[in-house]
């Protein structure tokens, strides 16, 4: 067995051990569920804006108020009194006649 086969073997078991560690650690994450079809390839701030909503990583009040940035997580749009989240984006009054995306 030569030095360049030992090496190979050594870099192929450290790969493929990163690998299967990274797929464990990331295995429940919520943008590991994300469909590539939910995120539109074109133009880049609707992607942005789709693949935020869609992992729950957003700018909205509850978000915000989980990272501690924000006291509150009702809508600042709106005198609803309910929760700034994905959902919400859709009824606020405040924001009527326009795109889930573009609301965002």
């Known amino acids: 067995t030569s030095y360049w086969k030992i090496k190979l073997s050594l870099k192929n078991l450290c790969t493929s051990n ?12 919520s943008w590991r569920r994300v469909s590539p079809s939910t ?3 074109k133009p880049r701030r609707d992607a ?8 729950g990583h957003d700018c909205l009040a509850a978000h ?3 990272l501690g940035i924000s006291t509150e997580t009702f809508c600042p749009l709106c005198d609803s ?7 919400h984006l859709l009824r ?3 924001l009527q ?7 965002y």
């Not at 942005?48 to 992992?55: E, M, Q």
């Not at 006649?97 to 609301?103: F, I, M, Q």
């Open 97 to 103: 006649g326009l795109t889930e995306v573009s609301r």
């Open 64 to 66: 915000l108020h989980r």
């Open 18 to 29: 990163s690998l299967r560690d990274l797929q464990t650690r990331t295995a429940l994450k």
């Open 81 to 87: 009194g309910e929760v700034m989240e994905r959902d």
């Open 92 to 94: 606020c009054g405040a």
């Open 39 to 41: 995120v539109p390839d």
């Open 48 to 55: 942005v804006a789709a693949f935020s909503l869609t992992t």
